[in-house]
């Protein structure tokens, strides 16, 4: 698990990733989710999932990463 979690910090910036892995979960769920149920179910779906899939991916930096937020810039 430390070695997904190396490669995922190495990617990009933490917020950065978070902004793309919370994109990634609205448009892969909530997109099919409004062609079977409609547009407020895409929000909703569409929402809760890059919601869920960011706090998975904050939870595994802080997780294996704690100091990361400190690094010097």
């Known amino acids: 698990m430390r070695a997904l ?3 995922v910090v190495s990617l990009a910036p933490p917020p950065l990733m978070v902004a793309i892995v919370f994109a990634l979960a609205y ?10 149920r409609g547009p407020g179910a895409r929000d909703a779906f569409g929402t809760l999932a ?5 706090l998975v991916y904050i939870t595994l930096v802080v997780g294996f990463h ?8």
């Open 27 to 36: 448009l892969l769920v909530g997109i099919p989710v409004q062609f079977r």
């Open 5 to 7: 979690a190396d490669f």
């Open 66 to 73: 704690p100091g990361i937020h400190m690094t010097p810039r």
């Open 50 to 54: 890059g919601l869920f899939a960011a």
